[in-house]
């Protein structure tokens, strides 16, 4: 039977979407930075990516009933523990960068850019999304890197359902390996 | 009979490289599988009935439908 959990996947999807029209919705995606790692630290469990996560429910969905996945075993070197600890690490740098950005534009010290930063490379002009609004640019910088970091892992997640089974990013999606670390070490394994 | 003879077929994961994502709990028609503490998914042996679901749907194809001995 369906749970209420289970069309979370709509909200992931109008996340992505609403980006495209006011980049300061970005931030709602901090529910989905914080949601797994508070239920990873105080219950032990990954209920985020076993219930709620919406993410992991577009990709089984496009991947899955939409047939855009070419249902293939992921390599060997994709679901080793070296690889995922090292995306994990690497994305954490990549974080603490946009935050330092972040940091520079609210400390005044650099300009606002509305730019959306692709795979930590590709950097598309996104002034479309931004309308001046009343908060400091900082806030708006924020929300810039914020959406860069969330396009650019559905861009990554997209292209290994497509590569791979469609639910492959979930083996190095950074938000399960820390959530799975934080419940081994929690329960002591 | 050849039914009483049959070796069973079940579910086996190997635990070390589950991401506990959970896909696999979603899919079992049976619901055999739960995932330990966030950990890993642990199949009960009992419920299974070997059909493979849980092996197709697994993003990281850790699961593998073996014979169990009787
Ligand atoms: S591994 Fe990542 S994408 Fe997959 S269910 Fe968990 S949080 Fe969602
Ligand atoms: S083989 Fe079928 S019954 Fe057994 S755990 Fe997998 S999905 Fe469930
Ligand atoms: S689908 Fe695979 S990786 Fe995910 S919890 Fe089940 S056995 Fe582990």
Request: aromatic share 16%; proline share 3%.
């Amino acid at each position: 039977m369906k749970m209420w959990y289970d069309y979370l996947w709509i909200l992931s999807l109008s996340y992505l979407i609403l980006g495209f029209f006011n980049i300061l919705f970005a931030w709602l995606g901090l529910i989905c930075f914080f949601t797994p790692l508070v239920i990873s630290v105080v219950k032990g469990t990954k209920g985020y990516c076993n219930r709620y996560c919406g993410r992991g429910q577009l990709f089984s969905l496009l991947g899955g009933r939409f047939g855009l996945s070419r249902k293939r075993d992921v390599p060997n070197w994709m679901k080793s523990k070296a690889f995922r600890y090292g995306f994990l690490i690497f994305f954490f740098i990549m974080f603490f960068q946009m935050l330092w950005n972040t940091y520079l534009v609210f400390a005044g010290a650099a300009e606002l850019k509305q730019v959306v930063t692709l795979l930590w490379t590709f950097r598309v002009s996104w002034q479309w999304a931004y309308h001046g609004e009343l908060l400091h640019p900082g806030a708006a910088q924020f929300a810039f890197g914020f959406y860069s970091v969330m396009l650019t892992s559905t861009i990554l997640g997209l292209i290994t359902m497509i590569l791979f089974k469609p639910r492959s990013w979930c083996v190095y999606c950074p938000m399960g390996t820390m959530t799975q670390l934080i419940c081994k070490v929690k329960n002591k394994e | 009979m050849a039914k009483t003879t049959r070796i069973p077929r079940k579910a086996q994961v190997m635990e070390s490289l589950c991401v506990a994502c959970g896909c696999c709990v979603k899919v079992c028609p049976m619901k055999a599988i739960s995932i330990y503490k966030g950990i890993k998914a642990v199949v009960d042996q009992k419920l299974c009935v070997g059909c493979g679901k849980c092996v197709k749907e697994c993003p990281a194809s850790v699961i593998e439908i073996q014979e169990v001995g009787p």
